[in-house]
């Protein structure tokens, strides 16, 4: 790990972690208009250091203060898949690319393999650019499967007990596919010994509401415990701007 653990007032750095890399591939590159890679690889940690997680909520600003804060002591880790990518030319001005990954990350803990937050199966990724004086670059299709969740289950209060939260296993449930769209034109103007660009770049231009979270509030007067999907992924995202560049006469 590349940092300190301040929730427990580490203060001395963890010894290195040994791990082996292990990467195959094969790629066409020739002059044609295809062009195409496939990757194989597998990481394998076989120390690694301690490190903490949030069980509810992958994503957060202050992850440090939340509650669900937990800390993690694999024995190992492993990484693997496998990456296939290609792109094509059509033509001087448009060209088409897109990605396919399969893949996994986990940690062994107390004897069983758990998923890392970010662990994610399937991934896919298309676009295309069309460049010449306007440019317009979209990436109409990215999804991947749902980050691990952690189960946690509401019990109600009874006569003799307050309402509390029960968790199940550790990232052993998924959200839903994360889906997104990204379109980002541009235009450059030519002038005396200079142009200017403009350009506007849309990210999850479909307002997809891409679920990621557990986010809870309390009611103390009621004794109970609401739970809300806090779906913190971007909204719709629009940017505008300009780029000057100026030439020597």
Partial sequence: MDEYRSEENQTTPDP?????????????????ALQWR???????????????????GAVSLLPELEPDRLRIAPTDAEARGVELSARRTFGDHFN?????ALS???????????????????????????????????????????????????VPATA???????????????????????????????LPYSEVSLWLDGTNITNRMNGCC??????????????????????RVVNAGFLWRVRRP
């Fill in 38 to 56: 496939l990757e194989v690889y597998r990481n394998h940690w076989s120390s690694i250091s301690p490190y903490f997680d949030n069980a509810l």
């Fill in 104 to 154: 996994s990350v986990t940690d062994d803990v107390n004897g069983q393999d758990v998923a890392r937050s970010w662990d994610q199966k399937h991934a896919v990724s298309v676009g295309f650019a069309w460049t010449q004086r306007r440019t317009l670059r979209v990436r109409p299709l990215r999804v991947h499967s749902g980050w691990p969740e952690t189960p946690v289950t509401v």
């Fill in 96 to 100: 088409a690319w897109a990605m396919y």
């Fill in 214 to 235: 557990i986010d809870l509030n309390s009611t103390s007067f009621e004794n109970t415990v609401q739970l809300t999907s806090n779906r913190i992924w971007s909204q």
């Fill in 16 to 32: 290195a972690n040994r791990a082996m890399h292990e990467i195959a591939g094969v790629a066409h590159e020739g002059a044609g």
């Fill in 160 to 190: 003799s007990a307050p309402t509390y939260l029960l968790l199940g296993a550790r990232n052993s449930a998924n959200w839903g596919e994360y889906f997104k769209r990204r379109c980002a034109p541009s235009y450059t103007v030519p």
